[in-house]
């Protein structure tokens, strides 16, 4: 099956420090990739979506210019949170999907467990 | 109104039992539906589809009725291993973007 992996899987940093995630499509090539957050005991919320080589969009609310997202190649992506708070402390998930077309399956990342103090 | 509303539970029952767990959807536009299954700290992973005719995998069955917007999922013959969150997702109105609802938690109890 497709295998997504995410490295750190965890972080520890102080505020005000930038942290960068890296999001792996491992045996597929990955033409969209996903970025969502979930807050303890809340559902996932999607953060931003990115299509290789193109800008990423991003969900009302969230902060292009705090998450940074780079999707330079069809196997990878990373989330750089900018200036990070305690506020943004979260669990923060990747999905890569085959093809930006009318659906396809997301496979998920393992998770970066954020924690800023 | 959230776009997937799920009862977040806990559902307490003993190995064995039949346990349903009930979603509803407020876009009408949402073309794909799935059941994913959450553990402690982990990833979701993918359960199974939804289709409108029903369908069943072992001791999973799910159900979709368009009509009312409302999703259920149906676990037979609970197993220990069962327990976890369970998500409803459906795909916004067709296209690939997923919203997730907050789960609703089953722990299986011997």
């Known amino acids: 099956g497709a295998v997504v992996s995410q490295h750190p899987s965890w972080v520890i940093c102080k505020s005000g420090t930038s942290v960068k995630i890296e999001c792996r499509s491992l045996?597929?090539?990955?033409?969209?990739m996903f970025w969502y957050r979930q807050f303890p005991k809340q559902s996932l919320m999607l953060m931003a979506t990115s299509n290789e080589g193109s800008k990423a969009t991003y969900e009302q609310g969230v902060e292009k210019d705090k998450f940074l997202i780079n999707h330079a190649s069809l196997t990878l992506s990373t989330l750089t949170v900018t200036s990070a708070h305690p506020e943004d402390s979260s669990f923060y998930i990747c999905s890569a999907s085959a093809s930006g077309g009318y659906y396809n399956e997301q496979f998920f990342g393992p998770g970066t467990r954020l924690t800023v103090l | 109104r959230k776009e997937v509303e799920q009862d977040p539970g806990p559902f307490n029952v003993p190995e064995g039992a039949t346990v349903a767990f009930n979603c509803t959807y407020s876009n009408s536009a949402s073309q794909s539906f799935f059941w994913y299954r959450q553990d402690c700290r982990k990833e979701p992973k993918l359960l199974m589809s939804v289709y409108s005719s029903g369908n069943e995998d072992g001791r999973f069955t799910a159900q979709l009725n368009r009509a009312s917007q409302y999703i259920s999922l149906l676990i037979r013959d609970s197993k220990l291993s069962d327990s976890a969150t369970y998500l409803c997702?459906?795909?916004?109105?067709?296209?690939?973007?997923?919203?997730f609802g907050t789960g609703t938690q089953l722990k299986v109890e011997l």
């Open positions: 045996d597929f090539q990955a033409t969209t």
């Open positions: 997702v459906v795909n916004r109105g067709g296209g690939n973007k997923l919203t």
